[in-house]
């Protein structure tokens, strides 16, 4: 059987003697992960897609059990501008690691796959790293109807309330706020996800 569907890669590692585990986030099908086999030096095949790179993707399942095997990718956003800042590739990562955790958990997709590619552009073009986590968190948490807003954000102190407020209502390059502030706000709204709602959060 083949699947054909829009995918963006989250993660990737190697796998046995000469395959990649592919973990990718399909549009339409939600969690998936495929095995490519690793090129050779001596070959041209440059099929696999890099770290973040979302495109149209051909794999073949050969069973509900069995390893699922890409057979074609089509690159059509790459995001090259997160490569090369380290603090844009450490808040992507974790943003995709969020996702790899949570994706296997949702019904519908449409706002998730919205979200990540809005994120990964900011990522890419702006430096407000930190920032664009916080934001992509909470608006993941409210699209999915956890009541991050009453039950989070309300509770928080008047002055971090407002400021928190301003951070997720306004656009990224106006916002100037110290990262490690930015840095405690995301391990708060991390730690109301894991006491008060079904959503996991990497280690």
Known sequence: MFLKDQGCLLSKA??????NLLVFFLKNNGLQMVLSRRPSKASTFLNDPDLFESGELNIEKKGENKPAFLKEFVPHSRYQ??????????????????????????????????????????FSSKEQ??????????????????????????????????EIASVIQSPVDSINIESAKITAWIRNLEIFFQHHTDLLVPD
């Open 14 to 19: 190697p796998t046995g003697e000469d395959h």
């Open 81 to 122: 501008g997160i490569a090369r800042k380290y603090k844009a590739l450490k808040a992507a990562s974790r943003l995709a690691r969020f996702y790899e955790k949570n994706l296997i958990h949702m019904e519908f997709f449409d706002a998730a796959w919205e979200l990540l590619h809005t994120a990964l552009d900011s």
């Open 129 to 162: 790293s930190d920032t664009i986590l916080l934001k992509s968190l909470y608006v993941f948490a409210r699209s999915e109807g956890y009541p991050v807003r009453e039950n989070w954000l309300e509770n928080l102190s008047p002055q971090i309330k407002s």
